[in-house]
């Protein structure tokens, strides 16, 4: 007897199936082979077009994945293949359907992520971190955590004053903290936005490039400018920015200066040195926030200069109201091939250190 769900199925030779919830799935039964296992799912049309994807593109995945064949038939979903690979299978369809009720597109992220969840039998994750909703862009598209990693580092930002968000590219570190930022402005928590990144001359110098220092420098802040854009819209963007309730500056402008009922900031971290990062976390003033993003696989600081953030890192751990989240390649949710790129290169970057200890750790 399953005790977390409690509706029997056919075929479940006595136990009570926990894919029966609410009685939408059915006709479970056990097939004339010892390793063959099947269950039917309800499933309505408009959003199994939505799960199936294009040309079938999304199921194909789950099949692949769970090594279950998935057939549409007679106005249902039927899985079958070996019984612990159906029900995992199916709980991805279902968590899959419950987003597609809620009128979010399904995205191949989305199924990339339903099934590691799946895999790891926490598919309902999937469903909980679907429903916090941060705020909308200007043409009314969701703000949403899409993986257990950002739903931590949202909740994070929520809760404490300072908060380093690190991690590989595409795991929605600048992204994430920008949404917040504004949804904070526009429900008055905090009277301006400050945005900031370290411009560091990565293989050209400042001075070639064309124009005056605040044409020199926008080239290094137009990711900031971007999701600004994304957003809150161009028209509002502007208004605010001349009135100076947003701020896009070089870190270097932040020398001097004491920021209260603010939400800050600091993009690109890991390109600061300690001394710029002191600079920085003592500029803070009371009412204000402040996020920190930066991935330490991506530095353009000279050869043997230290981090700020790797610093940061080791003297801050243990200080209240400061957190520290750790996203991954499992967090990456831009194309599914970046995923793949990061995860790659973190395997390579972990060989190599194996491969540096094995040889000077016997001298």
């Known amino acids: 007897m399953d005790p977390e769900w409690g509706i029997s199925c056919a075929g479940s030779r006595g136990k009570e199936c926990r894919y029966c919830k609410n009685g939408e799935w059915r006709n479970a039964r056990k097939m004339s082979s010892d390793n063959e296992f099947s269950l039917k799912l309800d499933m309505p049309s408009e959003h199994m077009q939505k799960i199936f994807g294009m040309q079938d593109a999304y199921v194909k995945k789950l099949e692949r994945d769970f090594g279950v064949t998935i057939v549409d038939r007679n106005g249902g979903v039927t899985v079958t293949g070996s019984e612990d690979m159906v029900r995992k299978a199916a709980g991805v369809l279902r968590q899959l359907t419950i987003i597609s009720e809620r009128g979010n597109e399904i995205e191949e992220q989305s199924v990339d992520y339903a099934i590691t969840m799946g895999m790891e039998e926490q598919e309902n994750v999937i469903t909980e971190i679907d429903s916090d909703c941060i705020c909308h862009t200007v043409n009314g598209k969701p703000i949403k955590p899409k993986t257990l990693g950002q739903k931590a580092y949202v ?40 945005l900031t990144r370290p411009a560091i001359e990565a293989g050209e110098k400042l001075g070639f490039l064309p124009g005056d220092l605040q044409s020199k ?46 939400y800050i900031i600091l993009d690109e971290a890991q390109n600061t040195t300690p001394a710029q990062m002191k600079m920085f976390l003592t500029r803070i003033g009371f009412g204000s926030k402040v996020v920190v993003t930066g991935d330490a696989s991506q530095k353009d600081l000279p050869t043997g200069a230290r981090s700020g953030l790797d610093v940061a890192a080791k003297v801050l751990a243990k200080i209240d109201d400061i957190a520290f989240c750790n996203l991954t390649s499992k967090d990456v949710v831009r194309h599914p091939l970046v995923q793949r790129i990061v995860k790659a290169y973190d395997d390579y970057e972990a060989k190599e250190k194996n491969r540096s200890r094995e040889k000077y750790g016997r001298k």
């Open 217 to 262: 420098v926008d080239p290094y802040l137009r990711p900031l400018y971007d999701a600004l854009y994304q957003i809150m819209g161009a028209e509002s963007f502007a208004k605010n920015m001349e009135k100076g309730l947003i701020e896009v500056a070089p870190l270097a402008y932040m020398r001097g200066r004491t920021l209260d009922n603010a």
């Open 155 to 194: 909740d994070a930002i929520r809760k404490n004053m300072i908060v380093f968000g690190l991690g590989p590219a595409g795991t929605g570190k600048t992204y994430l903290a920008m949404a917040m930022a504004i949804t904070a402005f526009k429900n008055d928590e905090v009277g301006r936005i400050i």
